[in-house]
């Protein structure tokens, strides 16, 4: 595998984008109905792009947040509620939701739509002046799935879908935090990003026994549509089941599969401390890559002065996902956000993917409240206009990190290099890296093995490597990055009988940091 890190141009404006499509006729069977959606889809893409109409009502345009959020679904109206399991609650349109998408239900043969009710919601507060507006068009801007998670009494909401292609998945003992997508077109390129957006969503009605619920989308965008059926099975491990059939209009740049959209503010390989009472802050830590050639590959995230792109070429990869490796309350101490309880999530192929690579997109955030970490698949095969393309390929959240028999990494930290006593300005220009191992093999090595550092620089140079042994069954691998102008992309891992015992850690240092 090879890793290449890079500086991006100026990336596009994050923004939403929701509209509203035709129901689907009934069908006889599930695949039938998946069928209609790809072929509405299909025919959508051999007609121009059509941005959807902004039917909503004035009053909703100009509600500001705080509005906004005094709307509220009510829970005793929660549609299945006493059928299944499962029960469907809605978003109010309004605020920056301003095209409503179309929901429908699929019931056997029947396929009907799901219309909007102010019945449905409370308006409580500055929002119960919108009861005295005409809201006749309002539509939903999403909804969210509830199911017993984590106790037989009680719904818990573990997805949700809600603006563009966006939708977030929680399993036992989460909360919220990084967001999955349909798609990611052109992130982070020259050309301007687009933000796909689902428009019409066809939901089954969940059985009185059933622990999964599939439902089907209706994707556009300028460049493309498609169609997709998501099968959902929360859990421990919630995980999403995802097909889709796309269709693209024109050519396609970059095309980012399964993406994957987190926060990373600052940790402890952060360059610079945040006047902050707490120690980390973030949604996830790391990238975590299983190469086709069977190599788990992690980079530590960052919160970067500029923009910056890595990607990690690979041919038929195994998986990857983001990861919130730090699980204990103390290394965030934060009783509001819970960071400690924000799930890792994994991609992972059904129909194998090819050659590409892995992207990770790190942009600048001045806080928390901005999403700054994108990671996808970039096929190497071009989508043009007029090609259709296949994807299947399964992500689910995780509470504890992917499971593999290698050494994980459980720490990066950096400082200068100073030398106690000596003042040689060389020493003190440094920088110090201690990279820790911990479980896996590692569990099984005792301190007095000849354990090797495998350490090298696709750009830049180290001086001083060295590992060692520390309680624990941890290990400690160092080095130093000599002053330099260029950044320095170091990869190491840990070796035991020429055979690799740990992961390899990856990790670019920009001097200007």
């Known amino acids: ?42 025919q959508l893409a051999e007609q121009a792009y059509q941005a959807p109409e902004e039917s909503l009502p004035s009053a909703l345009k100009e509600i500001d947040y705080d509005t906004y959020r005094q709307i509220r679904f009510s829970p005793d109206q929660a549609y299945w509620r006493d059928e299944s399991p499962f029960n469907l609650q809605l978003f109010h349109s309004g605020f920056i939701f301003q095209t409503p998408i179309t929901l429908n239900i699929i019931e056997g043969d029947d396929v009907t739509p799901l219309p909007f009710s102010s019945d449905d919601f409370q308006y409580d507060d500055n929002a119960e002046a919108l009861l005295e507006q005409d809201l006749t068009g309002s539509g939903h801007a999403g909804f969210r799935l509830h199911y017993p998670l984590n106790n037989d009494d009680y719904a818990d909401e573990f997805a949700v879908f809600l603006g563009a292609s966006y939708f977030r998945l929680v399993g036992q003992d989460q909360t919220y935090g990084l967001s999955t997508r349909g798609l990611a077109i052109d992130t982070a390129s020259s050309e301007k990003e687009e933000f796909p957006a689902f428009r019409e969503f066809w939901l089954y009605k969940p059985g009185e026994d059933a622990d999964e619920i599939t439902l089907l989308a209706l994707l556009d965008s300028p460049s493309l549509s498609g169609a997709y059926r998501i099968t959902l099975r929360p859990g421990e491990q919630t995980n999403a089941k995802v097909e889709a059939e796309l269709f693209a ?24 401390r945040f006047d902050d009472f707490r120690p980390q802050v973030h949604d996830s830590d790391g990238l975590l890559i299983h ?21 990690f070429v690979d041919n038929a990869p195994h998986g990857f996902g983001l990861m919130q490796r730090e699980r204990d309350f103390s290394r965030y101490l934060d009783m509001e956000a819970h960071y400690h309880q924000r799930p890792s999530q994994w991609v992972a192929p059904i129909d194998a993917w090819g050659a590409g690579h892995v992207e990770l997109v790190e942009i600048p955030t001045p806080d928390e409240t901005h999403d700054n970490i994108v990671a996808y698949w970039v096929d190497d095969e071009p989508l043009n206009a007029g090609d259709s393309r296949h994807l299947h390929y399964h992500t689910h959240t995780l509470n504890d990190a992917q499971d593999h028999d290698v050494g994980r990494v459980i720490r990066t930290r950096h400082g200068k290099a100073t030398i106690e006593g000596s003042a040689s300005e060389g020493a003190t220009l440094e920088r110090q890296f201690v990279v820790d191992f911990q479980g896996g093999a590692l569990d099984d090595i005792a ?51 020429n055979q690799p015992i740990s992961e390899t850690w990856n990790y670019v240092w920009y001097p200007d940091a």
Request: proline share 9%; with cysteine.
């Open 447 to 497: 301190p007095d093995q000849p354990v090797k550092l495998d350490i090298s620089t696709q750009t830049g140079n180290v001086t001083q490597p060295h590992v060692m042994s520390l309680p624990d069954n941890m290990w400690r691998a160092s080095f130093r990055v000599p002053p330099t102008t260029e950044p320095s992309d170091i990869r190491l891992r840990l070796m035991l009988n």
């Open 249 to 272: 209009r024109h050519d396609v740049a970059k095309l980012g599969i399964a993406p994957l959209t987190s926060m990373y503010t600052f940790g402890e390989s952060s360059h610079e």
């Open 291 to 311: 190469t086709g050639a069977d190599e788990w590959i992690w980079r530590p995230l960052s919160n970067p002065q500029e923009t910056h792109i890595s990607s």
């Open 1 to 42: 595998m090879r890793c290449t890190t890079l500086k991006s141009p100026e990336i596009g404006k994050w923004i939403l984008l929701l509209g509203c499509f035709t129901a689907l006729p009934a069908s006889a069977h599930t695949d039938d109905h998946f069928n209609a959606v790809i072929e509405q889809a299909k």
